[in-house]
């Protein structure tokens, strides 16, 4: 068989990137075995080289103190790596120290891809992360913070901090991520007499960390820096110690030395905690004084998930559950569908998964993506939202949108024109004493039912409001799916994806 000059050259070309990517990797291993060396050669006494690398990597550009920084540890700590980290070159230049070295995240086409990857460029067992405008006046405060963190051995302490200016810059919190849901929540953390032990903090502070540690998270140096640094180590179930003492000093506070320019980092970080939040896959910060912060899909933006395929939306795959703002928006539709029906003098019911829910949770089942309501076909013309909906679809006042389901006999509301979250409304008729309809879905809970579960309706507790449903829920729920439907909760379609019981 011949072999085409193209076909060649495409062989090449991959023998070419396996070469570069095998010697990547080794060098990357030798320079993680070397640190290690270090360190062990450090604790004999035999070892006479720096053991940290002071690393700055959160500075704006329109205004720093970078250089200042650079003089003040290079002055005291002479023998001590200083690297500014910034993701694209800095305009205006930055003006660095000699000692001190700049390192762009960003890469170029005609560099080795090390000359962008910051675990090439330290060579030290441990990285100091210092903020902009600090300036360290105590050389020995350095061995402090390692002392400390080489004292707490193989503990979940993996990071030692000390405040800049005084203690109370710097807040000490309890970080749970919970990846599954979307959300990470903060806490205030009790204070302790010789530090706080907790796994975030908030403010100014300087942060000590082992270099090997620091390069085995997978976004080592995202901006904001804390921010980033912080979820990655808690998901890990590291901790912070942060000590009252040694405090670090900084004659640049404020940082910016007009409004205009804070309101531009203030932006800037704003942007940027909104980019990180995404690239995590959080939704929802729960903040220590109990606000809110959403980084998720909202009435003017398309929902979370795409066009659902076999009953199994695609977040399942990815072993995570209905986004939080999906749910605030379904619970705000529902709310919103539920009054219009009974101030229109529609009865309705909780139907199918929507009951079940709740059954459970008093509220959404967690994993789902619509709400479904029974109503009586007989009183759609007591609702102006709906007698009209034969021809086209209607955009109420308050951006909602009623329609027709195009998929069958049926009504559906919308979260808006742009997020196409929705409540269905299911029409059945009595017929001698059993709920039918004219025409059925492949769901196997889509069937009839006697009337008698509808006489009468009893209200229930369902997400913040009180909704009603059929008056025996359990035999209701267990005609439609099944017996024991209640306690054993399954996805909607196990064939595709199946939910463990010890992940509940």
Not at 311 to 337: F, G, N, S
Not at 370 to 397: F, M, Q, R, T
């Amino acid at each position: 068989m011949r072999i085409s000059f193209c076909q060649g050259l495409l062989t090449g070309a991959i023998i070419l990137n396996l070469l570069i990517l095998y010697y990547v990797s080794r060098a990357q291993q030798q320079m993680m075995e070397k640190r290690k060396e270090l360190g062990r050669g450090t604790r004999r006494g035999h070892s006479r080289g720096p053991r940290v690398t002071v690393l700055l990597r959160e500075f704006e550009n329109f205004e720093n103190y970078v250089g200042d920084v650079a003089n003040s540890f290079l002055r005291q700590r002479p023998e001590l790596p200083f690297l500014a980290v910034a993701d694209t070159s800095p305009y205006p230049p930055l003006v660095l120290p000699e000692g001190a070295r700049l390192l762009v995240l960003s890469p170029s086409p005609d560099q080795p891809p090390q000359a962008h990857r910051p675990e090439f460029h330290v060579q030290t067992e441990f990285v100091l992360l210092v903020p902009d405008g600090v300036e360290l006046e105590q050389p020995r405060a350095i061995e402090r913070l390692i002392r400390e963190l080489e004292g707490e051995g193989g503990g979940p302490v993996r990071l030692v901090a000390a405040p800049v200016l005084a203690r109370s810059a710097v807040q000490c919190l309890h970080l749970r991520v919970n990846l599954r849901e979307w959300t990470a929540t903060y806490s205030p953390a009790a204070s302790g007499s010789s530090g706080s032990v907790c796994t975030a903090l908030q403010g100014d502070a300087v942060v000590l960390i082992r270099t090997e540690d620091l390069f085995n998270l997978s976004v080592p140096l995202g901006r904001p820096l804390f921010s980033s640094l912080f979820i990655q180590t808690a998901l890990r179930g590291w901790k912070v110690k942060l000590l009252e003492s040694p405090c670090f000093s900084a004659n640049h506070r404020p940082l910016f030395s007009s409004a205009h320019n804070q309101w531009k980092a203030d932006t800037r970080l704003k942007e940027a905690t909104g980019k990180l939040m995404r690239s995590f896959g959080l939704k929802r910060l729960l903040l220590p004084d109990g606000k809110e912060q959403w980084y998720g899909c909202s009435k003017e933006t398309p929902r979370c998930f795409g066009t659902v395929q076999d009953d199994t939306p695609d977040y399942l795959y990815l072993d995570r559950w209905t986004p939080p703002c999906c749910l605030r928006a379904l619970r705000e539709t529902t709310k919103y569908v539920i009054n219009i029906l009974e101030s229109s003098g529609v009865r309705y019911w909780l139907e199918g998964g929507t009951l079940l829910g709740a059954v459970r949770h008093q509220d959404i089942i967690p994993w789902d993506y619509d709400v479904d309501l029974g109503i009586y076909l007989e009183d759609v013309p007591n609702c102006d939202h709906l007698k009209n909906l034969d021809s086209g679809s209607l955009v109420d006042a308050n951006g909602y949108v009623w329609e027709r389901a195009v998929e069958g006999d049926f009504y559906r509301v919308q979260y808006s024109e742009a997020n196409h979250l929705h409540v269905d409304l299911w029409p059945f008729y009595p017929r001698n004493g059993v709920m039918t309809k004219d025409t059925w879905t492949e769901h196997k809970q889509d069937v009839e039912f006697p009337e008698h579960f509808l006489q009468p309706l009893v209200p229930m507790p369902f997400a913040g409001i009180t909704a009603y449903g059929p008056n025996n829920h359990r035999a209701f729920l267990e005609l439609k799916f099944g017996e024991g439907v209640i306690e054993n909760p399954q996805y909607p379609n196990p064939s595709k994806k199946r939910l463990e019981r010890s992940k509940l």
